[in-house]
Structure formats: C-alpha cells, structure tokens
C-alpha cells in the first residue's frame, strides 16, 4: 500500500454502460469503490483505487465510464475513458450476455497498437447465459476469458488473481534496476544533486530518493554532494567512484570536474531507461539538428507543478535548444495525463516521468514513432546540446554519432 503511484500495476476496466465494471471492481476489493445503479452512465470520471492485490503486489484499479455513453456529457466521459488506455498495464473488457460490438472491437484494437495485454469479463451470467456464437466469437479474439456475476460468484477474486498473474508484464514480474546494474557491489556511487530553487525545502527530489534506494539495495556505498562539492568530494575519496549519477542541470559543470574514466550520467537519463525506451529517446535527440525557424516543440510533462523563474522545462531547455540550432522554435507545453494531438510538432521533449508509470511513456513513444514525430526527453535533450551525450550514455553503449 505505500507503493508509489508510478511503482502499481494499473489494471483498467472498460465497456458499455451498466456492463458491471463497476460492481466487479467493488467485488475484488472488498470495498464500495464505485457507485453502483442500474441508471447507465453512472460512472462520469475516472475512479481509481488502490491495493494490494496477492501475490502480485500494489495495484490500481482505473474505472472508467461506458465507451458508448450518449449522454449531454458522453463525449467528453468517453474521452477521458479512452485517455486512461495509454497507462494501462492490463485492460479488462467487460461485457454481458450480449457479448461485444464495435465498441469493444475498437478497444481491443487500441490495446493491440499499444502492445497492452487484456482479458474478457462476460458478466451478470446470473440474469442469462452468453449463446454458443457471441462465446466462439470472444474466443476468436482473446484466450483470456471468464464468466461470472459479480453478484453471485464467490470464486470471481480466485479467478481474477489466476488471469492477472499470466498477463503480467515481464518488467513488472522482473523489474529493472535504475542504477544498481550499473556499479559493482560495494563500490561506491557520487549523486550529485544540486540545492537550488527547485529542491523541495527539507527533502531531495523523487527521482533522487529512488536512485539512492535502488544502489542501496545494490549493496553499493552512495555518497551525495552538491556540485559545489564535488571535487571535493572526488579529491577525498581513496578510490575513484564507479559510478557519477548528476542533476541534468548540472551537467556541463560536473562533466568538467569528472575524470573521463569514469562512468558519468544524469537521473534523468537512468529514468528514460527505466520509464521509457533508451534507445528510442537518443535517436530523437538527433532530430534536434534539423530543426528550423518556426518548428513547433512540444514540452510534455507528466505532472503539473508551480514553474519557478528559471524553470527547466519553460525556460532551461528552450534556451539550450536555441542556442544549439540557433533557430526561431515555438514552444508550446502540455502537462498531466491528457497526451494532444501531436502530428503539428517537429520534436517532443518528455520529462523524466517520475510521477507516471512506465506504460505511459511507452504509449505516448508508440504513437510519436507512428506518425514519425521524434521524441526525447530532458536530461537526454540537455545532454546532448551541450555535447556530452555519448559520454553520458556510453556505459548503455547506444549512442552512435
């Protein structure tokens, strides 16, 4: 339960309205989660509910409201639905005796593009049974089936459990180290993490306390300092450190102060990884070469915060990529989970996605790559306009010039 949001396993319910989402939901947790009626359309906006669902873990059920609401407000509900795909780690369908339609369908389509495995929930099989062509039918799209009543089925949990556990995804059965695979046990690893006006009074940052976390468990030996420190810091060690891990902020000045022999990267480049597709962010970096006065940018962040005078995404990185192309760019900024049009942008810059799950990154990456937008994110964007991004991505040994 005290798992992050970002860490759960997000399990998203859809269908047509008054299809039972919302009271198979209330049976698996035990808890009135959702309100439940027989009006359609109960559902407006997304609820989501968080627990621990064993043996998998942390988890958060998405409720959504019916994919074919026609009410004054259906649009806008179906949207939102339709929005909570992309960080859906596990989609159900959920559909009565009626079987499903071009509604589904079209889900089921959608998981498909997103690489987003899904199972089928026939409900209420205590008011009618499915006919042997709407079942075949089922069958012809998906393995992953059950039939139950929410209202009668005490072994309906049981069986939920048993389908989640075969549709988990491998990086969630085996999640990936941020940085602990990068040094050797027991070696220790420099942070260096910058007190300016950003840094929350009290605490360091998100990313921060996870990378730390994870080199912890790694069994290596962490030492933070501020980058005003940091020769320091290098000077008093007896050993080299195996690993340097910088704010991106802060890039230019450490790269300067750390020996070229050692491992030298930033937090948000351990989170592109992590959250993201390595590979797929670097090669949109390059695309930053080509752009031309009046190219549109797209800043995209996966949280809304309080931007402060010399914010990183309003002003740090536009200013950078001025400077490296020396063209006129427009920037425009888009933040939380709502993901626009994109198609009228010539380069996407994503934030480190400390605040979202990995799924969502890889949605929003699947539908750039579509339609042949580019797209990077922060530490990887600063990285490489001030020309270090070989050396801050060599130990990945991705980076080809």
Do not use: W
Not at 366 to 391: D, F, M
């Amino acid at each position: 339960m005290k798992a992050l949001k970002s860490q759960q396993l997000h399990i998203g319910f859809f269908g047509k309205t008054n299809s039972g989402k919302s009271s198979l939901i209330n049976k698996i947790t035990g808890q009135e989660v959702s309100i439940v009626s027989d009006i359609a359309g109960t559902t407006t906006d997304i609820v989501e509910k968080s627990m621990e669902l064993l043996p998998i873990g942390s988890v958060r059920f998405l409720d959504t409201a019916g994919i074919n609401d026609f009410s004054i407000l259906g649009k806008d509900r179906k949207e939102k639905t339709l929005k909570t795909i992309n960080r859906t780690d596990i989609a159900v369908i959920v559909c009565d005796y009626n079987g499903i339609d071009d509604y589904e369908k079209s889900l089921i389509a959608q998981f498909n593009d997103l690489n987003i495995p899904y199972l089928v929930i026939v409900n209420k099989t205590d008011e009618k049974n499915i006919s042997a062509d709407k079942m075949t039918e089922l069958e012809q799209i998906s393995t992953d089936i059950i039939q139950t009543s929410a209202k009668e089925d005490d072994d309906l949990v049981y069986k939920f459990k048993n389908k989640i556990v075969e549709l988990l995804p491998d990086d969630y059965v085996n999640p990936p180290k941020i940085a602990g695979d990068l040094a050797e046990e027991k070696s220790t690893v420099i942070l260096v993490i910058p007190i300016d006006k950003e840094a929350p009074k009290g605490r360091i940052i998100l990313p921060q306390v996870q990378v730390l976390r994870d080199l912890l468990d790694s069994n290596c030996n962490v030492m933070a300092v501020k980058d005003t420190e940091l020769k320091n810091a290098l000077d008093n060690l007896k050993t080299p450190p195996s690993l340097v891990i910088t704010d991106s902020q802060a890039f230019k000045t450490v790269a300067e102060i750390v020996p070229e022999n050692i491992p030298l990267t930033s937090f948000s480049i351990l989170f592109a990884r992590l959250k993201g597709d390595l590979k797929a962010f670097i090669s949109g970096a390059k695309a930053i070469d080509t752009l031309q006065d009046g190219d549109k940018v797209l800043i995209l962040e996966s949280c809304t915060h309080h931007a402060i005078e010399d914010d990183i995404g309003k002003v740090k990185i536009p200013n950078l990529l001025r400077k490296k192309t020396g063209k006129n760019l427009i920037f425009e900024y888009f933040s939380g989970h709502d993901f626009p049009e994109i198609s009228q942008y010539k380069l996407i810059v994503h934030c480190g996605a400390c605040m979202t799950n990995r799924r969502e990154i890889l949605s929003r990456i699947i539908k750039a790559n579509k339609i042949g937008i580019p797209i990077t994110n922060y530490g990887i964007t600063i990285s490489y306009c001030l020309g270090i991004l070989e050396r801050a991505t060599k130990m990945f040994q991705l980076y080809q010039g």
